[in-house]
């Protein structure tokens, strides 16, 4: 049974360019939230997608936006990269938005902004 | 708002010893607590959780007690190990909330032999 997995692994941009990260949930799992993780940190809660529809936002700005397919994977977009979006950017997936079941995190993408 | 405060590190500890890792929470409602462990280079795992006041949460020795009284689910284990050597970071999710999950800052934890 795969668990949840994230593609790239790493990624280098520039200041201002735009990157798509990508997360495939756990088998069975129809939720996925996206968290940012600075170095020595912990996660901060940027999105959750629910049925393709974006249902709880942390305080991140609109440059962050993500998309959930069918399938239940899901995408989170960066435009107008900043240095300070340098990070480890954890996808996590539940079973529904309910917390009480916990959720499981892939390995991140680590996103470094030059 | 929501928050979890949790005891700063780094903790550095002999094998074989006593581990507490402190944790309180804030929140609105009646939130789940969680306890996360990251391994080096890997993403969060979920040690243990519980979902209501007084619940114990436990797995591979540690343990943790949901209390309501004093907002705490500190994190305890009798006998640490090397391989427990990881950063723990303590979580809540509330309803109130919409289920988002607020993680605290993380506690590295070190095992010597």
């Known amino acids: 049974d795969a668990g949840v997995t994230q593609s790239p692994t790493h990624l280098i941009k520039t200041r201002g360019q735009q990157v798509t990260l990508r997360c495939s949930p756990k088998?069975?799992?129809?939720?996925v939230s996206w968290y940012q993780q600075a170095l020595g940190q912990g996660p901060q809660f940027i999105f959750q997608?629910?049925?393709?529809?974006?249902?709880q936002r942390g305080n991140f700005p609109d440059r962050f936006s993500g998309h959930q397919f069918p399938n239940y994977s899901s995408e989170l977009n960066v435009n107008a990269l900043l240095l300070g979006d340098s990070a480890l950017y954890l996808c996590a997936s539940s079973l529904a938005p309910s917390g009480s079941l916990g959720q499981y995190f892939g390995p991140g993408t680590r996103l470094t902004v030059t | 708002g929501d928050s979890v405060t949790q005891m700063e590190g780094p903790v550095t500890l002999s094998e074989e010893a006593c581990l507490t890792i402190n944790c309180t929470y804030t929140a609105t409602g009646y939130p789940s607590l969680f306890w996360y462990v990251q391994y080096p280079g890997e993403g969060l795992q979920l040690l243990l959780k519980a979902t209501k006041a007084d619940d114990k949460g436990s797995n591979k020795g540690f343990e943790a007690t949901y209390r309501k009284e004093t907002t705490s689910f500190h994190l305890e284990k009798g006998s640490v190990q090397v391989s427990d050597s990881a950063v723990y970071f303590c979580a809540l999710s509330d309803l109130n909330t919409g289920n988002q999950f607020y993680f605290g800052t993380g506690t590295s934890l070190t095992v010597i032999p």
């Open positions: 997608y629910y049925e393709e529809e974006e249902r």
């Open positions: 088998s069975g799992h129809d939720t």
